[in-house]
């Protein structure tokens, strides 16, 4: 990984070093965080000569060789200080909440419209709905495009940014001719390599951010942060993990709850820690416990299912979705529990950075 010593090289300087490293059979990757660019070398990056006619140019201040099989997500590599914001506001500065719909009904907007209004006041930071949603029976509802621009006019409403689901190239068209803040990769595509280069490489140089969900299989963790390197590798570090439950599932939840996991994430990578409480127990009357052992792990925010009327929902709705009542009371409580958890977290970070030193 090469770091100039200014944070943007002139074309010149970029056309040098590129030469260089292309002697070497080096492919160079630019990444441009949100104070600085760093390049990426994709191939044998051990290759001494090359390392000292780059450490040698008078515009690089050093060369970091990465250890970590993720080069960019490592917890040491240098967008370690980048950070990822929705609406101004940076992700994992507080206890971050993405609420709303499972899916969006076409049919009834004014429930979408409804449950977005609760959530901004219950203290949501973002909104999440639906438009299209993978289903294991193709007879199942599948999505409708028409609910696009219901999650578009639920923002222009309450001003919150929102996040749906991505599934294949067609869909990110459409997502990207609108204001989308948030594309959300779902368990299924998770481990969808051709999918996650795409939209990194669709995204580049945008605002916009990913929340990649964990493959639903129990996967290694580094598997789970391989996949995220998919999308930053691409140029755009806008990314947050979301730990949403595996399987096999545990008897009497809908998956295996892994919010445990949060502090094996934040240890090794810099990436903020989204859990999804509504998928890895699968119940409404269960979510609002997930959601708080969360907020105990220490992951940097929540993204629940929540309707004004679950019973009227569609999707997961009616068997997952908490109402704006709970959900405020959620929100409340998982802040007060990260306040309170910020303490040993800042205790974990550091011994990280001291075995690594």
């Known amino acids: ?86 609406n101004g506001r940076v992700v994992g500065e507080g206890f971050t909440v993405i609420a709303g719909q499972c899916t969006i009904d076409p049919k009834n907007p004014n429930h979408f419209y409804e449950t977005a209004q609760a959530v901004k006041e219950a203290g949501g930071d973002a909104l999440r709905g639906g438009v299209w949603k993978p289903r294991t029976s193709p007879y199942a509802y599948q999505g409708d495009v028409k609910a696009l621009e219901i999650l578009m006019e639920a923002k222009a409403r309450t001003g919150l940014p929102v996040d749906t689901e991505v599934m294949d190239p067609e869909q990110l068209d459409l997502i990207l001719k609108h ?71 545990m008897d009497g939840y809908r998956n295996h709850p892994d919010e445990s996991i949060a502090p094996l994430l934040k240890e090794r990578t810099w990436a903020p820690v989204i859990v999804d409480p509504s998928h890895s127990v699968g119940k409404a009357s269960y979510v609002p416990f997930a959601c708080l052992a969360a907020a105990g792990y220490g992951a940097d925010g929540i993204i629940v299912e929540t309707h004004v009327s679950p019973r009227h929902g569609i999707g997961d709705d009616p068997k997952q979705a908490v109402t704006p009542d709970v959900l405020a009371k959620v929100i409340r409580d998982c802040r007060a529990i990260a306040a309170m958890q910020g303490e040993y977290m800042g205790h974990l970070l550091p011994r990280r950075a001291v075995a690594r030193a």
């Open 1 to 86: 990984m090469i770091i100039p010593k200014e944070s943007r090289l002139t074309p010149e300087q970029e056309a040098e070093l590129e030469s260089i490293t292309a002697e070497f059979g080096i492919k160079l990757m630019k990444i441009t965080g949100e104070t600085r660019q760093i390049f990426l070398m994709i191939g044998d990056e051990r290759q001494e000569e090359m390392l000292a006619r780059i450490g040698g140019l008078e515009y690089i201040d050093r060369v970091d060789m990465v250890q970590e099989p993720y080069k960019l997500m490592a917890r040491g590599s240098e967008l370690a200080n980048h950070k990822v914001r929705l």
């Open 179 to 249: 204001d989308v803040d948030i594309l959300q990769v779902g368990t299924r595509n998770a481990l969808n390599y051709g999918l996650l280069r795409e939209i990194g490489r669709r995204i580049r140089g945008r605002k916009i951010a990913v929340l990649l969900k964990r493959s639903m299989h129990m996967g290694k963790i580094e598997e789970f942060i391989m996949a995220a390197e998919y999308v930053v590798a691409q140029g755009n570090p806008n990314i947050m993990l979301c730990p949403r439950g595996t399987t096999p599932a």
